[in-house]
């Protein structure tokens, strides 16, 4: 009898992990052929200025909008574009086409400030980040000053010595380096000494209660403080409200993102709103 249990449960299992398994080869197909196809659309985030609310520039945020169905946000994909390693031409055609709209702009006499991508722990694992990054700026002729990479903590210690050599070119190139996500990754803080970072990114989830839980407000000011001696800029992720922001004002952070400014936006949306009335 348990043996048959055993079998049941065996065959229950591999049902469902064929089932699964099955699911996950069709999306994988379906991201490639959008990817092919033109399906994926890049958004942006303003980036603003804590203390007198200027635009300082954007986060390209990635979207995949299939014909006739609804948006499906990253979340729903990134995971197994990195699985299968579509992620690694999906980033690149993510960071070329944000630089080539930043090109845009800036020919066009525009400020839109600074362009900040979010780098995936598999683009940096499965293929040269360097090579990719010289190749999107020469193609674009985006002056590197104006980009900004985001990587989470956690893929900068999952790397170890790859990712110091990866930050050192990241220099070399004229590229900032921003740490995404910040406060919710397994590390030591040593790696703040040890690599020249241009900003830390407070995680949401530290912001979204900061004005009703004192401990958030508490890791929130130690964030900011530690930032500002280490000569480091520090951004808050996801402010929804003024509370929030007057708070970020008084622990002197210095930008924001976050839906009381707005979402990202398509980029004709962004310029109309940010760019064009400057
Ligand atoms: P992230 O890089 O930490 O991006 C911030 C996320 O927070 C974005 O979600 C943004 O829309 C959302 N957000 C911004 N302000 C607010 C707010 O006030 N409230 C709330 N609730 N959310 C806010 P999104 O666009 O869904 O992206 C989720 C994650 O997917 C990103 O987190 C990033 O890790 C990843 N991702 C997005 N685009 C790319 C990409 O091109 N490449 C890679 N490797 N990852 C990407
Ligand atoms: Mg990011
Ligand atoms: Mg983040
Ligand atoms: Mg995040």
Not at 10 to 22: M, P
Not at 27 to 48: C, D, K, M, N, S
Not at 201 to 217: M, P, Y
């Amino acid at each position: 009898r348990a043996k048959a249990e055993g079998r049941n449960t065996y065959g229950f299992y591999t049902e469902d992990l064929t089932r699964l398994a099955s699911q996950r080869l069709e999306l994988e197909t379906r991201l490639r052929r959008a990817l092919a196809g033109g399906e994926f659309v890049v958004h942006y985030q303003p980036v603003i200025a804590v203390a007198d609310g200027r635009l300082l520039g954007a986060e390209a945020l990635v979207r995949w909008q299939p014909p006739g169905e609804v948006m499906v946000p990253p979340g729903a994909f990134i995971p197994i574009a990195e699985e299968t390693g579509l992620i690694v031409a999906l980033g690149e055609w993510v960071l070329g086409t944000a630089c080539r709209q930043w090109r845009e702009w800036l020919d066009t006499g525009l400020q839109p400030g600074s362009l900040a991508v979010n780098l995936s722990v598999e683009q940096i694992r499965r293929r040269d980040v360097e090579g990719m990054l010289r190749e999107a700026l020469h193609d674009t002729g985006l002056p590197p000053r104006w980009l900004e990479l985001e990587i989470t903590e956690s893929s900068l210690m999952a790397q170890g010595e790859q990712a110091e050599a990866l930050l050192a070119a990241l220099k070399a190139l004229g590229i900032g380096l921003a740490i995404d996500d910040f406060g919710t990754g397994y590390s030591s803080l040593a790696y703040l000494k040890r690599f020249s970072i241009d900003k830390l990114k407070i995680d949401r989830s530290f912001v979204q209660d900061i004005a009703d839980d004192r401990n958030d407000l508490a890791i929130a000011a130690a964030v900011v403080a530690m930032a500002r001696a280490l000569d480091i800029s520090v951004q808050a992720e996801g402010v929804e409200t003024e509370a929030q922001l007057d708070l970020l004002r008084e622990l002197c952070c210095g930008s924001y993102q976050g839906y009381l400014c707005s979402p990202a936006l398509p980029a004709d949306e962004f310029h109309a709103r940010f760019l064009a009335r400057r």
